[in-house]
């Protein structure tokens, strides 16, 4: 079974300093993964997503990803943090099993961006 | 592109009564998902369809909950009797996949989600 693990529930940065959110996978075969961003009282919106492609993904807002496997890590960084930046994200993987498609979810993590 | 829409936005209610959600996805989405979201948690699945049939319901409570797509379009979620542990943001959300068509690393897109109080 594929599952998630955030690393760090709460991470507070500085504006203009790197964001580093932090997460791995357990997955017995290769993964999809995700990274979503819920702002406060609204749904989850798709920062990016790795499905086997390049490692290196890049997504919106000028935030990237790495998919490493020999980690099992899947981190997410922006170079320099906005205020704007500030809210939960999600990495998720697929769920591979039989019976459905959809996407299991890690804890999040609360993003913080102070001035 | 309208997004995925779901109403109502809040709803406050007593143990023991019902409640009943409803979800309008993305125009031609084939999927459909309802998650539930407790306050400090990411997202669970709760049920998953295709068109109008049930793809995964495993982790529906099923003696309290139950969920339609009749017509493969909207969706409507119910919780009788509710219970205070039902608390939660109800989520919906859609992504393209039809009959034939890649199964995994599709988007899924979702709505602002229902937010539930039980007291």
């Known amino acids: 079974a594929q599952s998630v693990t955030q690393l760090g529930s709460h991470v507070s940065v500085s504006e203009g300093a790197l964001v580093l959110l932090r997460c791995n996978y357990s997955?017995?075969?290769?993964?999809?993964l995700f990274w979503y961003v819920q702002y406060p009282n609204q749904g989850l919106q798709l920062l990016l997503k790795y499905t086997s492609a390049a490692t290196l993904v890049k997504g919106i807002n000028g935030f990237e990803a790495e998919f490493k496997k020999s980690e099992t890590s899947f981190h997410l960084t922006k170079p320099s943090a906005h205020m704007s930046d500030a809210a939960e994200y999600f990495c998720a993987v697929s769920d591979l099993s039989q019976a459905g498609t959809a996407l299991i979810f890690g804890k999040g993590t609360t993003l913080s961006v102070s001035s | 592109e309208a997004g995925v829409a779901q109403s109502p936005r809040y709803k406050i209610i007593e143990k023991r009564q019902s409640v009943a959600f409803w979800c309008n996805p993305i125009s031609g989405h084939a999927t459909l998902y309802w998650y539930q979201q407790i306050l400090g948690q990411g997202p669970k699945l709760l049920i998953q369809?295709?068109?109008?049939?049930?793809?995964?319901d495993s982790q529906l409570p099923k003696d309290r909950f139950s969920a339609e797509r009749l017509k493969g379009v909207d969706s409507t979620l119910k919780i009788q009797p509710a219970k205070l542990e039902d608390s939660a943001v109800y989520l919906c959300?859609?992504?393209?996949?039809?009959?034939?068509?890649?199964?995994?690393?599709?988007?899924?897109?979702f709505g602002e989600g229902s937010w539930l109080t039980v007291v």
């Open positions: 369809f295709q068109n109008n049939g049930v793809v995964d």
């Open positions: 959300a859609s992504s393209l996949p039809g009959e034939g068509a890649p199964l995994f690393g599709n988007t899924i897109y």
């Open positions: 997955s017995s075969v290769p993964p999809y």
